[in-house]
């Protein structure tokens, strides 16, 4: 069963354009959001998170929209570029999962120039 | 410089045998996890351990034993290895005992094949 989802598995974008990134999850005790960026050879880095008494988390060309009632989310990188090709991952905590991150399974993402 | 080494980057095993996965992180960190990446799978929790005690253990079999010799030291072995095992593991550490109070940060991982 799995608890967070993500679509699409994988994403091409022209440079210059916006990437929408989706995410669901189940558990309504989440209460934290972060997302992981990670480049082939390389560990997850966080990106950008959001808590769950938020609506929106911008940061630079990064913004999380964050649905409670839906249990949705969402990734947008605007002005998207070529370095932006990756693999993100959408994550959930809290709650049920105590210290644990549960994440989705990804979206490959890439910006073609 | 990274600041979460793990070695080896990748080790190649047959069935039945034993490997030990080695991971230091240099952030001062009081929390470290281990997390496995499989083909076609998303990252899986195994293991996490505050102040070299552990906090929680999400792998069903004893064939992976996590060993913390140091606070800063989180070291897996992993025995009698099976082809399903290959895989990406990654160890992570963060400031806080909980995932809740900060960022995980993790290591480039270790790429293990069994033959």
């Known amino acids: 069963q799995q608890q967070v989802r993500q679509s699409p598995q994988s994403l091409t974008v022209w440079e210059g354009e916006t990437a929408i990134l989706n995410c669901s999850y189940e558990?309504?005790?989440?209460?934290?959001f972060p997302w992981y960026q990670q480049f082939p050879g390389e560990g997850p880095a966080l990106l950008i998170s959001?808590?769950?008494?938020?609506d929106k988390k911008e940061d630079g060309r990064f913004t999380i929209f964050f649905n409670k009632r839906e249990k949705k989310l969402s990734l947008h990188i605007t002005d998207s570029q070529p370095g932006d090709s990756a693999t993100y991952f959408c994550?959930?905590?809290?709650?049920?999962?105590?210290?644990?991150?549960?994440f989705g399974i990804g979206t490959l993402l890439s910006v073609k120039p | 410089d990274p600041k979460i080494i793990q070695k080896p980057k990748y080790l190649v095993a047959v069935t039945g045998s034993e490997k030990i996965l080695i991971c230091e992180q240099y952030?001062?960190?009081?929390?470290m996890y281990w997390y496995r990446q499989s083909a076609k799978k998303p990252l899986e929790f195994m293991f996490s351990y505050s102040y070299q005690k552990l906090m929680d253990n999400q792998t069903a079999s004893s064939r992976f034993q996590p060993q913390s010799s140091k606070k800063n030291h989180l070291d897996l072995q992993i025995t009698a290895l099976k082809p399903d095992d290959s895989a990406t593991y990654f160890c992570a550490s963060s400031q806080g005992t909980g995932v809740n109070t900060g960022q995980l940060y993790f290591g480039e991982g270790s790429k293990l094949t069994v033959l």
């Open positions: 994550a959930a905590s809290g709650g049920s999962s105590g210290n644990k991150l549960i």
């Open positions: 952030l001062g960190h009081n929390a």
């Open positions: 959001i808590r769950s008494v938020s």
């Open positions: 558990d309504s005790t989440f209460n934290y």
